[in-house]
Structures are given as structure tokens and as C-alpha cells.
């Protein structure tokens, strides 16, 4: 295993405040010739350098497939069962990079680095994770590109892509309390909207039922439900029918007490008949049955006569027995008198109350709710019915404040167009000043501002804007990713960056070849302005220019070498003097002399 710090390299070390973003690592298994390869990178502007055929290109392709790029299976090592690459990377709190994990439900700890992970198998199958976490390649790529850009043979990103326009222009001069206004009035013009909308949907709901309305709120009126009325009546209604009920006993033992019916006897009647029955057992005053004393009393005569005493007796407690029950029976008829006069039983009332619960029952029942909302639900029809009689004024009122929203959107949007116009001739000439010494003296910038239909109008604005490129005088301007060569579009890339640099949130940015095709003079401008973007941005650069190469903070070489009989590509970081040997042999060829070191140790600025 071969791990490369480089930030451990010699040779420059006056390296920038390191940036927002930046790459920190690259752990590279079994891609194609790279068996494995760990590689730390240092912030400031790093140079990667070798032999044509050496391996260069699979260390995008390896970190390519760490940002969601299509692979294959010929990435995968002979003899390996699948390729793995983990790109790590640091950003600062606040970063949009969090917001966006937080979004997918994986929120992260700010001060933790950011791992991207990739697995391809021998069999094409292919695994992605964020921080340890599975993600889709959608997901991955997302993520990826908020944080690394490439430029060169790989698919441009970034600023290539005409959605970061508007954007990009935004943040190179604009006031962000004008993009805040123009954000704002346009959310209170569509609120504003979305209320007249909203209002014009129920008055013509209301306007379709307006016949059910008035009958129902008619009838709900009429009824007029109380809040909480069900409850109240129905416990009204069951102390009504226990009064009902007591008062039925009562009459009921009063009925047997005094019946109706003349052919039946009443209990006092027949108890006063008994008394009269009895007293005629009893002698009637003056007549004593006692033996006379001068009379001689035989003992048959005796005999009767203590029977007739018994009798009497008998007949006497009987009577008295008779005289108690009714006197008992007429004290029980006071009582039931009083107990009826007492219960509160009232049927009338107890039929309103009955007839009243039904009714508000019934009426929910026939709507589809609890008795107790029938009150709110009366509320919100005579609203809905007094909306529909006063709709159209208020419809006037909302269309007013519409019309006054989109004129205060529209102001304070003329006014960022204004603004953007300045800002894209500002940008133009900025980016036409780099252009030259790239090589590109021919090409013309464009910012074009394209005014946009009021649909598609937004919290950015009226318009849209597309960065454009003519590379030759005569050519109009096309879109950045068609119209340049990779080279051009390479070097435009550098001048954009050069000039949008820490705006769109990218931290690391990766030219590969950028100085194809050029030499000399343009190679020297190249190579100053990737050492002016690294103050920014960490920016890695694959190079066979030795003018680029000696900008660099930072130095790679990648090569090949035979291990276990298998060719195999390696990395390493090189020392002040090992440079000065990679950059001679990058200007002289295969023999170094002794001028080609001279040539290289002026290029570093060791003379």
C-alpha cells in the first residue's frame, strides 16, 4: 500500500489561507493499474505531472467514480473482484452541502469531514454511501458537485451548466438586499395570488350551491343550535322521564287506593263496612249480658255466657284492629296525595325536550356531523352565504391588491435587471481581460439576459441569464459547453473562475490538461492564474507544461512500475530538488542536462 501525504511536499511552500471546501484525501483499491493508492492533498494549487500512459487520467477516473460519474467494468483491477475509491472532503458549517444531507435525512455534524464512497464490482453492480449512509448515484453526484468541479475530458460541470448563471452573475456584484427585495415582493404578489384564487374558488362554489345554502342556513337558523345543547338535553330529558316514571307509581297506588270503577269497592269503603259488621257482635249500650247477682245461674248459663264475653273481646281488638287500617290507609293516601302534588314530572315538557333532540339529531345526521358542530357549521355557511352576497366587492378588494403586489414586484424586479445589465458588462470586461494572455484573445465573452415570460417570472427575477462564448470573431455566441474546444473551454473555465472564484460554493477544482496545445508564454499565464485561483479555491491541475507545473504549491508525479510481475501506477510527492528533476525532464525529454536543470530551477525561482 502506498499512502501520499502531500502535505508534506517540498519545493514552494508559501502556501495560500487554506479555503472553505477542500479534498482531502483519495483512497483509491484496485482501479485498473492502481492496486492501492492513498493520497492526502494540502490546500493551494497542486500539480500532477507524468509520462504520458503513466496513470494520470485514472486518478479523475478513480475520483470521477467517487462523484456519481458513469463506470464500467474495465475500471476494475485484473484479477480484482470490485474497485473502491473514498473521496473525503472538509466544508464549513453553513455550507450548502449540509443543508442538502440534511434534506435527505442525514444530518451531519459540521466539524466531521465528508466521506464519498463507490464500489463497483467485476459484474457492473454499483454501491454508493455518504458518511457511511447508502445513497442513489443521483444522490452522490448532487452532493459531490456542490463540493468538486472538473474540467477538461471529464463532463463539465459548474459553470458549464446555464441553471448557475443567474446566480454566479448574482453574486459577482449585485446588492443582496436587492435580490432580497425582488425575493420578497415576488412571495407577497403570490400570496396575494393565491388569496384571490382562493376567493374566487368559493365564490364560485357558492354561486353553484347558492339554492342548498340559503335552504340549509334557513333551516339551521331556525332550528338555531347551541354549542354543547345535546348533552344539556339529553340529561334534561332523562330527569324528566324518571320524574315520568315516579309519578306513574304514585298515581298507580292512589288508583288502588280510590278505583275508579264503582263496582269495585275502595279499601276505606270495605274497611268501614267490616267496622259496621263488627259492631253489630257488640251489645248495644245498657245491655249487659253480665249475670244479675240476685239471678242463680245455672252452669250451662255460664258457660255461654263466658263465650259471649270471649266473643266480644275478640270483636272489640278486631274493631280497633279496623279502626287502625283505616285510619293507617287514610294517613297512606296523604302521603301518595303529597308525593304526587311533589314530582316535577311534567310530559309536555318532557315532549319538547324529546322533539327538540330528535329534530337536532335528525339535522346531523342529514350533514354528516356531531350535534354539537351543527352551530359552527351554521357559522361557516352564513359565512360562506355572506361571502357570495358581498364576493364580488371582495373579489375587487383582492384584485387590487394583486395588481399592487405585481407592480411592487415588478418595480423592485426592473430595478435588479438595471442592475445585472451593469453587472454582466462589468463581468464581460473582467473576463476579457484574462482571456488574452490564455490564448483566447479572439474569443468574445457574453453575459446575454434573456427577458422571461411573466409565468415563468420567480423570486430571481424577469429574466434569465446564460453565460455565451464566440470563440472566433464572425461566430456568434453559443452556449460555453458547445461552442469552445476542451482546451478553450478549459481556459475560459480559469478565466471565469478566475473572476467568479468563491461564488457558486465549489471548493476544489480540478483542470485536467489545461494547458493542451499551448506553450510558452500562454503556459506561464496558465500557470500564474491557477496559483491566483488556489488563494481561493484548492485547485489540482494534470499538467505536461513545466511552466504550469512550477506554479504549483505542491508537487505529484504519477508512474509505472513493475511489482510481482504486474505493472502497476504510483505516486509521489516530490522534494524541492526532486522537482527541479521532474520539471527538467518535462522541458528537456528523457536526458536531463544540466541547462534543462538550470531552465527548471529559474521556473521554480531558485536563481
Known amino acids: 500500500m502506498l499512502n501520499v501525504a502531500l502535505a508534506c511536499c517540498h519545493g514552494r511552500q508559501d502556501y495560500p489561507t487554506p479555503g472553505d471546501v477542500m479534498l482531502t484525501s483519495l483512497s483509491i483499491r484496485d482501479v485498473v493499474l492502481i492496486e492501492a493508492l492513498d493520497l492526502s492533498f494540502h490546500d493551494g494549487f497542486t500539480a500532477l505531472t507524468g509520462e504520458t500512459g503513466a496513470g494520470k487520467s485514472i486518478l479523475l477516473d478513480s475520483l470521477g467514480l467517487a462523484m456519481g460519474e458513469r463506470a464500467n467494468t474495465g475500471l476494475v483491477r485484473a484479477g480484482a473482484a470490485e474497485a473502491r475509491v473514498s473521496a473525503c472532503f472538509e466544508a464549513p458549517a453553513g455550507h450548502a452541502v ?20 463507490r464500489v463497483i464490482s467485476r459484474e457492473g453492480r454499483s454501491r454508493a454511501w455518504v458518511n457511511d449512509q447508502p445513497v442513489g448515484l443521483a444522490l452522490l453526484r448532487g452532493i459531490a458537485t456542490s463540493l468538486i468541479e472538473i474540467q477538461g475530458q471529464h463532463e463539465q460541470m459548474g459553470l458549464a451548466d446555464p441553471a448557475t448563471h443567474r446566480g454566479l452573475l448574482d453574486a459577482s456584484n449585485i446588492p443582496t438586499a436587492l435580490t432580497d427585495s425582488v425575493s420578497t415582493a415576488f412571495a407577497l404578489w ?43 338535553l339529553a340529561r334534561q330529558r332523562h330527569s324528566l322521564q324518571q320524574a315520568e316514571r315516579r309519578n306513574e307509581a304514585v298515581a298507580a297506588a292512589l288508583a288502588e287506593l280510590t278505583p275508579r270503577d264503582r263496582r269495585t269497592a275502595a279499601p276505606a269503603t270495605a274497611l268501614r263496612a267490616a267496622g259496621r259488621a263488627l259492631h253489630r257482635l257488640l251489645p248495644a249500650p245498657g245491655n249487659n249480658t253480665a249475670r244479675q247477682a240476685n239471678e242463680p245461674a245455672s252452669a250451662e248459663q255460664d258457660s255461654a255466657l263466658a263465650e259471649a264475653q270471649a266473643s266480644e273481646a275478640l270483636a272489640t281488638e278486631a274493631l280497633a284492629a279496623l279502626e287502625n287500617a283505616e285510619n293507617a290507609l287514610a294517613e297512606a293516601e296523604n302521603l301518595l296525595s303529597r308525593l304526587s302534588a311533589e314530582t316535577d314530572a311534567n310530559p309536555r315538557m318532557l315532549e319538547e325536550t324529546e322533539e327538540r333532540l330528535f329534530s337536532l339529531r335528525t339535522m346531523a345526521r342529514k350533514h354528516g356531523v356531531a350535534v354539537d358542530a351543527l352551530a359552527d357549521l351554521l357559522a361557516t355557511l ?109 481556459r475560459l473555465m480559469l478565466a471565469l473562475k478566475l473572476v467568479l472564484a468563491g461564488q457558486s460554493g465549489i471548493g476544489t477544482l480540478i483542470f485536467d490538461e489545461i494547458d493542451a496545445g499551448v506553450g510558452g508564454a500562454t503556459a506561464a499565464a496558465i500557470g500564474e492564474r491557477l496559483r491566483r485561483l488556489a488563494g481561493k479555491v484548492q485547485v489540482l491541475a494534470v499538467t505536461h507544461s513545466p511552466q504550469v507545473a512550477a506554479s504549483a504549491h505542491a508537487h505529484l508525479r504519477i508512474g509505472k512500475k513493475t511489482q510481482n510481475g504486474q505493472t502497476v501506477t504510483h505516486a509521489t510527492p516530490l522534494s524541492t530538488t526532486e522537482r527541479t528533476e521532474e520539471i527538467a525532464r518535462m522541458l528537456a525529454g528523457d536526458t536531463i542536462t544540466d541547462a534543462a536543470r538550470a531552465a527548471a530551477a529559474s521556473l521554480l525561482g531558485q536563481t
Request: charged share 25%; aromatic share 4%.
Open 190 to 232: 403570490k400570496e396575494r395570488a393565491a388569496e384571490l384564487a382562493a376567493a374566487q374558488r368559493a365564490l364560485d362554489e357558492a354561486a353553484r350551491e347558492e339554492e342548498w345554502l340559503r335552504h340549509t342556513v334557513d333551516e339551521l337558523t331556525t332550528l338555531a343550535p347551541q354549542p354543547d345543547e345535546e348533552e344539556s
Open 382 to 490: 352564513s359565512a360562506r352565504l355572506a361571502g357570495l352576497e358581498s364576493g364580488v366587492q371582495h373579489l375587487h378588494t383582492l384584485r387590487e391588491a394583486v395588481a399592487a403586489a405585481q407592480a411592487a414586484y415588478q418595480t423592485h424586479a426592473t430595478a435588479l435587471t438595471a442592475a445585472r445589465e451593469r453587472a454582466a458588462r462589468a463581468l464581460e470586461q473582467a473576463v476579457s481581460r484574462e482571456l488574452k494572455p490564455l490564448r483566447l484573445e479572439k474569443a468574445r465573452f457574453v453575459v446575454e439576459i434573456q427577458p422571461l415570460p411573466q409565468e415563468q417570472w420567480s423570486r430571481q427575477g424577469m429574466e434569465q441569464v446564460a453565460f455565451l462564448i464566440a470563440a472566433n470573431p464572425g461566430q456568434p455566441a453559443g452556449p460555453l459547453a458547445r461552442v469552445a474546444s476542451g482546451g478553450e473551454l478549459s
Open 98 to 117: 449540509f443543508t442538502l444531507l440534511s434534506e435527505q435525512g442525514m444530518p451531519a455534524d459540521t466539524t466531521d469531514p465528508i466521506v464519498l464512497r
